[in-house]
Every structure is written in C-alpha cells, then in structure tokens.
C-alpha cells in the first residue's frame, strides 16, 4: 500500500510593509524551502487552508502557487493537492507536461528539437 505524501509547509513570514507583493513573498519562501532540500515529494495545504492560516485572500495563494508551478517545483491536479516536485535539473520546462496541463490546443503541430526529434504531437 502506497504512503500518504507528508504535509509540507514552512514558515511563511509576510511583511505587509514591504514593497515586495504578498504572493512573492510566499512564492519566495517556498521556493526557497524547496531548493534548499529540506523538503522532498511533499504536499502543500490546499490554497484555501493556506489563506486562512496566513490570513491572505484565497487568491494570493493560488497566484503564488501557479508561478512555483511554472518553475516546476510542484504540481497539481484537480482535486488534488499541491505535490512538491523539486527543482528541475537543467531549467528547461517539460513542454510534454507545459502543453498537457494547459489542454491547448486539442490539435497540435508536430514541435521537434534542433536534431529534428518530435518532441509532442497530439491529435
């Protein structure tokens, strides 16, 4: 039977003084929780139970969720939790996981690489 993924989610500060926008400042200290490798294949509270702990509109969160997304240091799933992924090694997106997420277009054109490898094709 597979291990339920631990809650993860590091102290989070916010200075609402500060000229840095609140969903920065979260991003930031995640992302840095997650580089420094003090968390591994962990989940994050859902973006609702996060805004109530740190006392922030439900939105905030869900924009810093979806920029650490687009750095690929998590991923969700509808209905699912927020999974810690880790950095990627070389920066580059994983277009296959790019293009499927954002279900566009349902038809696609052949992407190749510079050695003429097709990378994704869809029909």
Do not use: K, W
């Amino acid at each position: 039977m597979r291990q339920p993924r631990q809650l993860f989610l590091p102290p989070i500060n916010i200075d609402r003084r500060s000229s840095s926008p609140i969903h920065r400042q979260i991003c930031r200290q995640i992302e840095q929780a997650i580089r420094s490798g003090r968390v591994d294949g962990g989940r994050l509270p859902s973006s609702r139970v996060l805004a109530r702990l740190l006392g922030v509109s439900r939105n905030t969160v869900l924009t810093a969720y979806d920029e650490l997304a687009a750095a690929g240091l998590i991923e969700g799933r509808r209905g699912a939790a927020m999974i810690v992924r880790g950095p990627r090694a070389s920066g580059v997106p994983d277009l296959h996981r790019l293009l499927r997420d954002a279900q566009y277009p349902a038809r696609t054109t052949p992407i190749c690489d510079p050695d003429g490898n097709v990378i994704l094709l869809n029909s």
